[in-house]
């Protein structure tokens, strides 16, 4: 268990100090941290709102700020280049996510070709019942995203790094809020960047 918790710590060290040094992006991450924390809520009576609202309001605006505000240049408080970040991220880099939003970007595409999503969903009777099974596909996708990631990463770095980053992804809402809840108020100061990124993570 303290190996665990000692990977899980060290990737949410490193996914904050490689991936969030803008303040926008920050905030971002805040808005996204909230409305998953309201899909959770909705898992247990509605999943199909928990996915529209996971997908159109937390993810994207999650992304805008990785792929529009985040700094691309030389990360000098890390000691890394862009291109060094993107090829340790554990989780999904830009290039997966480009990948992955690309699949989520066609789903409405391919439910239109196949309403029923070759037979494993009723047929929509009007657009309430197509949002309601383009919700599913999305739920789904956003499951297998983070399942096929998981075991992927078993044979890259290991089962212990896998199931690490498994738990992280599920608490990443919980603990954006408790590292970034100040963020849209320096935003409103105009401190853009975060000024203080360490080059190694704080005692435990």
């Known amino acids: 268990m303290s190996e665990f918790l000692r990977t899980l710590e060290e990737q949410r060290w490193d996914d904050h100090r490689y991936y969030h040094h803008s303040r926008i992006n920050q905030s971002l991450h805040l808005l996204s941290a909230i409305t998953f924390l309201c899909a959770y809520v909705l898992l247990f ?76 969903l009723d047929a929509p ?32 770095k290991g089962v212990m790094s896998g199931f690490a980053w498994f738990a992280k992804i599920l608490t990443d809402p919980f603990h954006d809020i408790k590292l970034y809840y100040k963020a849209p108020l320096y935003v409103l100061r105009g401190e853009l960047l975060d000024p203080i990124v360490p080059t190694s993570a704080p005692a435990a």
Do not use: C
Request: proline fraction near 4%; aromatic fraction near 14%; charged fraction near 15%.
């Open 45 to 120: 009576t509605s999943p199909a709102a928990a996915a529209l609202l996971g997908w159109l309001i937390a993810m994207v605006s999650r992304q805008i700020g990785h792929f529009f505000f985040e700094p691309k240049g030389y990360d000098e408080a890390n000691q890394a280049t862009h291109e060094y970040k993107e090829a340790v991220k554990v989780g999904y880099n830009l290039r997966r996510k480009v990948v992955l939003l690309t699949l989520w970007a066609l789903s409405p595409l391919i439910l239109a070709a196949s309403p029923t999503f070759l037979g494993l």
């Open 125 to 156: 009777g009007d657009l309430a019942g197509f949002l309601r099974n383009l919700s599913m596909v999305w739920l789904f996708l956003g499951i297998g995203a983070v399942l096929f990631r998981t075991v992927h990463l078993f044979f890259l």
